[in-house]
């Protein structure tokens, strides 16, 4: 059974950098062709692909914030990791992990509030 | 990057319905070597999005067939032939041939 679950803080001051975690079951990210994105989603709206990385390692960023993204996993591949630096409110949004180019399977959603 | 525009913003439909949603994109989505990354997803209310669709009109795993997914290059159609109450919320379409992958506005589908 695949499995996502992010986690994050909930809430960060402007100016901070956000940390989250994508854990995940059922699958490796070892695994040739093998894919993990990040999505967020502002309340009420749509959605916004982040950034990915893959199984060899490779990353893939959105050129709209790729100056602020950083992804990375973890050496079990069982875990993938997103920064974001300089946030403000404008990064605040529900942020969601998912497998595979065509994300197949999603996370429940962290929520992210910046906030001063 | 590549805008997907989807009408109508909101249907409105009585269970056994037939309805239909537009993606319209700003480029094509054919790629050089011949393939269409055109995605559908149904995001029911409180929860995640999930995956209706893939590759323009291939169903995913564990979806009803009463969904089809059709179209080529720049237009794209979702149809769900006879709405079920489970089927209701906001319907996105995504494209993964350039990056980086953008979605659409979304469309929510809502009982008349």
């Known amino acids: 059974q695949v499995t996502l679950k992010e986690s994050g803080p909930g809430m960060l001051q402007p100016s901070k950098t956000l940390s989250l975690t994508c854990s995940f079951s059922?699958?490796?990210?070892?695994?040739?062709?093998?894919?993990v994105s990040w999505i967020r989603q502002p309340s009420g709206k749509s959605l916004e692909w982040l950034a990915a990385?893959?199984?060899?390692?490779?990353?893939y960023y959105n050129p709209s914030l790729k100056s602020r993204l950083t992804v990375s996993k973890d050496t079990s591949n069982t875990q993938v990791f997103l920064k974001i630096t300089s946030v403000d409110t404008a990064d605040t949004a529900t942020y969601y992990c998912?497998?595979?180019?065509?994300?197949?399977?999603w996370g429940q959603g962290v929520m992210v509030t910046v906030s001063s | 990057d590549v805008v997907l525009t989807q009408t109508p913003s909101t249907l409105s439909a009585t269970i056994g319905q037939s309805v239909s949603i537009s993606c319209r994109s700003s480029?094509?989505?054919?790629?050089?070597?011949?393939?269409?990354?055109l995605y559908w997803y149904l995001q029911r209310p409180g929860q995640s999005p999930q995956l209706l669709i893939y590759?323009?009109?291939n169903l995913g795993s564990g979806v009803p067939n009463r969904f089809s997914g059709s179209g080529s290059g720049t237009d794209f159609t979702l149809k769900i032939s006879g709405v079920e109450a489970e089927d209701l919320g906001v319907y996105y379409c995504?494209?993964?041939?350039?990056?980086?992958?953008?979605f659409g506005g979304g469309t929510k589908l809502e009982l008349k």
């Open positions: 998912a497998r595979n180019w065509e994300l197949d399977y």
């Open positions: 059922g699958f490796s990210l070892s695994t040739s062709g093998m894919v």
């Open positions: 990385i893959d199984w060899d390692g490779d990353k």
């Open positions: 480029q094509s989505l054919l790629d050089s070597a011949g393939n269409t990354y």
């Open positions: 590759l323009v009109s």
């Open positions: 995504m494209q993964a041939t350039h990056a980086p992958w953008t």
